[in-house]
Every structure is written in C-alpha cells, then in structure tokens.
C-alpha cells in the first residue's frame, strides 16, 4: 500500500471503514456525529461523492497516490458515511439523512411548538412530524436483513396515531384543568408536544423495526467479516435505539418553551409580536441542532456485544470476545 503524503494537519492516520475518532467515549462519538451530522455535506455533488467513493477503493486496493493525504481520505469517508447508506451502498434521500435532520425537522419542530393550535393544527404537525421520523428510521435502519414494507407501514401508523392520541388528550386535559389560571395553562400547553412526540418517537422505532427482533441481524467480527445473525444483538439494537429517540425531543421540545415564556415577558416581544414565529423557530433550530449529534451519541452507531451473551451457535463460529452491529440511527 502507498505511503500517504505527511500534512501539517491533526488527523490520524487513516483507516477505512473506521472512525475517526475514539468510539468507546461519548466525546469522540460525540465529535464523530458531529461529522455525521454535519449539514454543509448536504451540498455534495455527485462528482464529488463519486471522487470521495474512488478515493476509498484506491486506498482499500492499495493502489493510493502518495500525494494523497490523511485529511483528504477522512473527509472522502465522511462524505460517504453521510450519503451512503453502510448495509445497502444506495444514496439516502437528502431529507432522510440525518445530516438533513436538522435543516428539514427544523420547521417541523416549529410548527409542533406554535402557540394556541387547535385539533387541526395538533393532528398535521404531529403527523407531519411522525412522517419525517418514519423516513428518517426506514432509511438509516439497519438493512442487513429485508424486511416487508408492511412492517413499517404497520409501524408509521402505530406512531401516528400514538402521537395524536397523546397529543390531542393531554391538550384536552390542559383545557379542561379548572385548578389552572389561564396564564398558567398557556405555558403548560407549550410542553404538551414533548410526551407525545417522545412516546411516538420509541412507538415509531420499536414498531417499524420489530420484524428485527424476530429475525435477528448480522453480526461480524472485528475484520468486518459477518459471523451470523442474532436475535439477541438486534433485541439490545433497538433498545439503545429507543432510548436515544427517548432522549432527543427533550433538549427540542422544552428548551425553546422556556425561552419563549421569558421572552414573551420582555418588552422588546410585547412590542414587537410579528418577532414571535422567528425568535420560535430559531430557539428550536438551535436547541435541534445541539441535541441531535448528543443523543446519537449515547452510544455507538457500531455497536459491540460480548460473544457469551449471544446465541450458542455464535458463539461457536468465532473465537472473539466482542462481536459487532450496525445499530442503526
């Protein structure tokens, strides 16, 4: 293999199909999502993404130009890792990738957090809202296994209807409260959005990637090499999975209502209520964006399960004290 170019920068040396930086702490998953998540890769063209692809096969056939620098083949690999989904090698949907999370959940989030909505209003954001998850869960699943489109579609609508349901009957309670001032009930209505989207989010998770459960995922080795498929690793899968989206509408669903029940208070937005919708949609914009690569974080994308909690006949086919999963996101 080619001796890569020695530059000025911190990177290490690189390696393929391995991040960056430290998994095993949450502040070099943290970094590494960042990278994941990183939004300016929205803008990559397909020239581009292509370079990045060839890049990465020269450097796995070894056949790398010695001007190539470590710098340059971590950026090719984390343009692919943002485009390329890891099981199925197909482009996801710029909507759908979760470094177009925030850019595209932003104004959803918005709309969930809008002040004095009726049922009408309730039902679209919280379907609107549910959709994007939807798509956001199908296509950064784990592929490894195919699974019938009527399991996810069985899935959207658990969570639809999951979050409707919670968010309609908490907004009727919240009315309906004769213990609470209308002042009161006003702040109180701003928080109505996070239980629902929260329940609906570990809905959405459990019920479009249970066919997992009773199929089980592949498993490899620390080469990459798959060793089997196990129940056991996608059962501790989609619960790591179902905490973090357990997590993320906290930070964006609660932070932005404190903030806009201390700035309704100001004079500044008493005298300027057309300034209402923009100081809401940037409070949750930013409080999207800071908790989105925090709650991937938690844990890794590539998880590690210890060969002697999986299936005997795993443990059989290899020798290593860990093997390893695609989570998914």
Known sequence: MSVLKASNDDYPTFQLNTPRFDQSTFKGRLRHFLDVTDPRTLFTSQAELERSQELLKSFERGTLDSTITNKQLWEAQKIKQAIIHPDTGEKIPMPFRMSGFVPFGAPIVTGLLLPNQGIAQIVFWQWLNQSHNAAVNYCNRNASKKTPTSRFLLGY????????????????????????????????????????VATASVSNVVLMRNSELSEGINVVDKNGRVIGVSKVAAKKALTETALTRAFLPAPILVIPPIIMTALEKTKWLKRNPRMHLPCNALAATLSFAFALPIAIALFPQMSSIKREDLEADLQEECKDVCLYYNKGL
């Open 157 to 196: 609508a658990g969570a639809v209807t999951s979050a409707v349901t919670i968010a309609l009957s908490l907004s009727v309670l919240v009315k309906r409260a004769n213990g609470l001032s209308p002042a009161v009930k006003l702040i109180v209505q701003k928080f109505v959005p996070f239980p629902a």
